[in-house]
């Protein structure tokens, strides 16, 4: 293992419980490891007003990859630029195919709703768990677009852009390269920054998609699991 000089860690059920609440512990640790300047970089599935307030409530001076990747923030002489990487449009027409096709070949059997805070993201279109995520990929097997459960909400985004090749550009940015940055995650759409990073860990309430790729499995859930990680190799 490369020596660790930055954490990137997912927001949704690896810092939070699964009420969302975030863990009073990954906050210590994650400003424990700003104290020795090992920056953190959130990489998230919300959107990026959220996902940046985090980081800055966390103390979290790496940048930010938010949307599954589609919005970055990158941090260059304490400088913040903004990027939109996702084509929401390709998002947007294979929505509105799944959409008609919920109309006309099931019939509204299923529901289709959005999250609150569609109106608020720029690269890719969440919308509530009420349909199984393998019906959407195969009514959309044909769009550029892919699909993600991430426990909370299903993702459709641009195919061309993920966590993983977000994060490189963030990092990269700074000088560091990815056999540098500890990567820690819970669910799928977490499995290609985890599989970029240098070092992979996923806390114990992981998919076991994750847990499969992972080089450590915290034996703690959650936020209280990212501490455990931090502890363990860098504190």
């Not at 103390?59 to 939109?84: F, L, P």
């Not at 929401?88 to 059997?109: F, G, H, R, T």
Request: charged share 30%; aromatic share 6%.
């Amino acid at each position: 293992m490369s020596k660790i000089k930055a954490i990137a860690v997912d927001i949704d059920g690896t810092i939070t419980d699964e009420n969302r609440r975030i863990c009073i512990s990954a906050i210590e640790s994650i400003r424990g490891c700003e104290a020795i300047n090992i920056p953190t970089i959130i990489v998230s599935g919300n959107i990026f007003t959220y996902s940046n307030a985090t980081s800055i409530l966390l103390g979290a001076s790496g940048g930010v990859v938010a949307e599954n990747g589609g919005v970055i923030s990158e941090i260059h002489s304490d400088t913040q630029e903004i990027k939109v990487l996702g084509d929401i449009k390709k998002v947007k027409n294979a929505y509105n195919y799944l959409k008609s096709q919920l109309i006309n070949k099931y019939n509204n059997k299923y529901e289709l709703n959005c999250v609150d805070d569609s109106d608020s993201r720029l690269s890719e279109i969440a919308i509530y768990r009420t349909l199984d995520e393998k019906l959407i990929k195969e009514e959309l097997k044909n769009f550029d677009v892919k699909v993600y459960d991430t426990g909370f909400a299903l993702h459709i985004t641009d195919d061309q852009v993920n966590k993983g090749s977000s994060l490189e550009i963030v990092a990269k940015k700074q000088g560091l390269k990815m056999k540098e940055i500890m990567a820690i995650g819970d669910s799928e759409n977490d499995e290609e920054f985890l599989a970029n990073a240098g070092f992979k860990v996923a806390v114990a309430n992981a998919d076991s998609s994750l847990k499969d790729i992972a080089d450590y499995v915290t034996k703690e859930k959650y936020g209280d699991g990212v501490s455990e990680a931090i502890r363990k190799f860098i504190l």
